[in-house]
C-alpha cells in the first residue's frame, strides 16, 4: 500500500510540477512567438483580446499545477480526498490534448504538453488507495 502511495505521489507531483513550468513557457515564450506570427493579421483590438485570453490560459494551467502540487502532499499523508483534483485536471489535459491533436492535423506539441501530463495525473490519482483502501492499512 505505501508504495502504491508513493508511486501515485511521485506521478502527480511530477505531472503538475510539468504543467507548472509549461505555463511560464506558455505565459512568455509562447506568446511572443505567437503574436510575432499573427500581429500582422490581426488589428489592435482582436490582438489584445487574444493576448488576454492567453493570458488567462497561462494563469490556469499554473493554478492547475500548484493544486496538483498540493494534492501531491495531501496524498503523502494519506488523505484519499485529494484524488480528485489530480483526476480532474488530468482528464481535462488528457481529453484537450487528444482533441487538439486530432484537430491540428497531428501536431506532435499537444500530446507532449497535454496528453502525457493528463495521463500521469490520471494514473497518480487511480493509483492513489482509495479510502477502503487506506482504512484497511
Known amino acids: 500500500m505505501a508504495r502504491r502511495r508513493?508511486?501515485?505521489?511521485?506521478?502527480?507531483g511530477i505531472a503538475s510540477a510539468v504543467i507548472l513550468l509549461s505555463s511560464?513557457?506558455?505565459g512568455f515564450l509562447g506568446w511572443k512567438a505567437v503574436r510575432a506570427a499573427i500581429a500582422p493579421r490581426l488589428d489592435a483590438e482582436a490582438l489584445q483580446d487574444l493576448a488576454l485570453g492567453w493570458t488567462y490560459g497561462?494563469?490556469?494551467?499554473?493554478?492547475?499545477?500548484?493544486?496538483?502540487?498540493?494534492?501531491?502532499?495531501?496524498?503523502?499523508?494519506?488523505?484519499?480526498?485529494a484524488r480528485i483534483v489530480p483526476a480532474v485536471i488530468g482528464a481535462?489535459?488528457?481529453?484537450?490534448?487528444?482533441?487538439?491533436?486530432?484537430?491540428?492535423?497531428?501536431?506532435?506539441?499537444?500530446?507532449?504538453?497535454?496528453?502525457?501530463?493528463?495521463?500521469?495525473?490520471?494514473?497518480?490519482?487511480?493509483l492513489a488507495p482509495a479510502a477502503a483502501d487506506a482504512s484497511a492499512r
Do not use: D, K
Request: proline share 3%; glycine share 12%.
Open 92 to 126: 481535462a489535459y488528457a481529453l484537450y490534448g487528444l482533441a487538439a491533436t486530432v484537430y491540428s492535423g497531428g501536431n506532435a506539441h499537444f500530446p507532449i504538453a497535454f496528453v502525457m501530463p493528463g495521463v500521469l495525473l490520471l494514473a497518480g490519482a487511480l
Open 24 to 26: 511560464a513557457a506558455h
Open 6 to 12: 508513493s508511486t501515485a505521489v511521485w506521478l502527480v
Open 58 to 81: 497561462s494563469a490556469a494551467m499554473a493554478a492547475f499545477g500548484v493544486l496538483g502540487l498540493a494534492s501531491a502532499v495531501q496524498l503523502r499523508r494519506g488523505e484519499t480526498s
